[in-house]
């Protein structure tokens, strides 16, 4: 006899983008597989020592605390850091702008059910970071895309996507994840021009943003939004929402982020994180901070800032070395990844199983995109594997990549 | 300029449960507050040096893997611990029948997801627990009650209640959250036909089954439902999904708790748990785990189960002792909570305000109903006071529920 719940799975639930990266870790946790799929820190520079005494120190200074429940919003002194963290990005804001939450993936899910509801519009980006649309169609969102190219999201196609009245606009200006590219300033401006013109809000999902390896830093869009209204009220946030984690810049097994906004919206959010989780662990938001205070965060930073950037740059290399011309990729000034186009015809799916048999492993590009494949992609990750193994990976790939242009090409002498 | 948000909230965020709580729980954060309204455990039980210890062994053997990303299903050995421990009370189940949750609220979240469309129909005790009716209410349920008395759920209104056709029942049995009452065997197994007869599954939700003081075990429904179908498939599950948590029995600031379910549900679940919040900490996870292991979950249940059992005496006693006759209490067995009934006419919401003025704090029992006030209840938790604090406390509450009985008395003199 079945079980007796399929019958009962809500509408909701008829989204299938998930399982193609859920079965893609398992494979790629066979040692041999060089892996280019997920978008793992380097796990030899986690602090390791830091996280022993931090454990230690709340353990023996405030376990009756540490242990308990705690509230929704999140541990105050946690919350007053991350203050303090992001004034000096130039964005203002007090304690009831913070809620801490379950890593960014749970900001999302918040924010969905916020505001989503069923068959509401969505603006983002072309591709976009597949957590946030699982997150979004979760709640029935559907999409209007814009492209984005070197500078990031192409505004030249905003106004006219914006007129068809999406609920909110969803991007990621920093080292954007798939594409790995930045949103230039004068496309920020416009941007949240538009984004007041049309009253259209903005969630800036910011994970990577202090990841940065060359270049300059870029204006958070939360701060243009404040500059751009010249608001006279002090600490409260409008029109963006701004979310960033813990996740890349100490390590993502404590899930531990953060979400910016109004005090309505975070009263509101609150309301429903509690409803989601109660709240995230009160135990590892206190090693949290306890890592990251005094000044050892920023120390940490710059150390995984030198190591993914030699990374970056040997994926780069080997790239160079080893792929033919007709191949193309992006060029990131931080984060984890870059975006690899093909010639149209590879299909990126097959060859990833080639590729996996050859022992490396990439995500195909395909379930970034919430209208389907458009292209022959595939997203590369360069901060987990060590510079060799990057050039051993990207050297069984070239391998796999003439295999299937070879393929390509003998159909299309054949149709 | 208002923020552009409030017009943009889903119609899913229209519900106010939650607030009272979050107030409440604010008031009670003043020290000299004697609070019986959290289900808050007992601090001074946590077992503080076995975390310590379990810290520094997961951060010297396994760092890179417990401050990593995980899979979204959970740690291998905890999950596998939790089989064991649940084939003790009959429950038999596979790994692959488990999903590691960040808490009981989470469970409640994906369980929400995964099946019930807006509008649905539930099937719950009345009254039941908040932070469900909260959890469901956002995925825009409606609900069909039954009422409990001393035995639990009242099966004499049941099939009149299936009739109406619930989407399934969720079920407290043991020690319910906030009635205190036990679902007696006879009752629970009629409650198993029934959902067989229907064809309508049950959640059984059973954090405390484990905190029992006095009286026999009972068994589990999942156990029921497996026996009365005769099922020969092994370690699949059927007709009802089971609940669980470590926060009562180790310490809920870690957010562990889990779900049993057949692994196609499990499946399910897990792929909705990737876009809640990818995964529950790897690293509060393998803590859980090595404090847990070896028998010392089983050695420290002893421990909480004498010291709560004292304080759930303690409060009787103190009931007995102090409150007027016209007011009566449940008779836990187990668990964290009792149940107080008041004359009609007390409002218990004004209750609370009096005897907030007298340093005493409890839940008022209308949020605990799906279909608003059902007379003048208040929630006590016994878990979280020593037992002197709790006799002081009831004598505190005492003079508040005197002062409103004549104040209730008086206005009917006048009407």
């Not at 990841?211 to 010249?230: F, M």
């Not at 931080?334 to 048999?357: E, M, S």
Request: hydrophobic residues 40%.
């Amino acid at each position: 006899m079945a079980a007796p719940w399929a019958h009962r799975y809500a509408q909701r639930t008829k989204c299938a983008k998930s399982s193609i990266i859920r079965e893609l870790l398992k494979v790629t946790q066979r040692p041999e597989v060089i892996s280019f799929a997920g978008g793992l820190p380097a796990p030899e520079v986690f602090p390791v020592e830091k996280f022993k005494e931090a454990c230690n120190k709340v353990l023996t200074e405030k376990p009756q605390f540490a242990l308990q429940y705690g509230p929704t919003e999140g541990y105050r002194p946690l919350r007053e850091f991350i203050v303090q963290q992001m004034a000096r990005y130039g964005i203002l804001a007090g304690v009831d702008n913070v809620l801490i939450t379950s890593g960014s993936q749970q900001a999302l899910d918040l924010i969905a059910k916020l505001l989503i509801n069923r068959g509401d519009r969505l603006l983002v980006e072309s591709p976009t970071y597949l957590g946030a649309l699982q997150a979004f169609d979760l709640m029935g969102a559907e999409y209007v895309t814009v492209p984005i190219d070197d500078r990031g999201l192409n505004t030249d196609y905003l106004e006219a996507a914006l007129r068809s009245g999406p609920k909110f606009m969803y991007i990621l200006p920093n080292f954007q994840n798939p594409g790995g590219v930045t949103l230039s300033e004068d496309r920020r401006r416009e941007l949240v021009l538009l984004s007041d013109k049309y009253g259209i809000p903005i969630i800036e999902d910011d994970p990577y943003g202090q990841l940065r390896y060359e270049g300059e830093h870029k204006t958070p869009l939360v701060v243009l939004d404040r500059t751009n209204l010249q608001r006279d009220d002090g600490y409260t946030l409008g029109n963006v929402i701004y979310l960033s984690t813990f996740s890349k810049l100490l390590a993502p097994g404590l899930r531990v982020a953060w979400i910016v906004a109004p005090p309505d919206v975070i009263a509101r959010l609150s309301q429903i994180k509690q409803s989601t989780d109660l709240h995230t662990s009160t135990f590892t938001q206190m090693v949290t901070y306890e890592v990251a205070r005094d000044g050892f965060l920023d120390e940490h930073v710059k150390l995984i800032r030198s190591v993914y950037s030699e990374r970056k740059d040997a994926m780069m290399k080997a790239l160079t070395d080893y792929f033919p011309e007709e191949v193309t990729w992006t060029h990131p000034h931080g984060g984890l990844f870059l975006w690899v186009t093909l010639p149209t015809g590879i299909n990126t799916r097959k060859l990833l199983d080639q590729a996996l048999l050859n022992d490396v492993a990439f995500v195909p590009g395909d379930p970034f995109f919430p209208d389907g494949d458009k292209g022959s992609h595939m997203r590369l990750n360069f901060s987990n594997a060590t510079p060799e193994m990057i050039r051993e990976g990207i050297r069984r790939l070239s391998i796999a990549v003439a295999h299937e242009l070879e393929h390509v090409g003998a159909q299309m002498e054949y149709a």
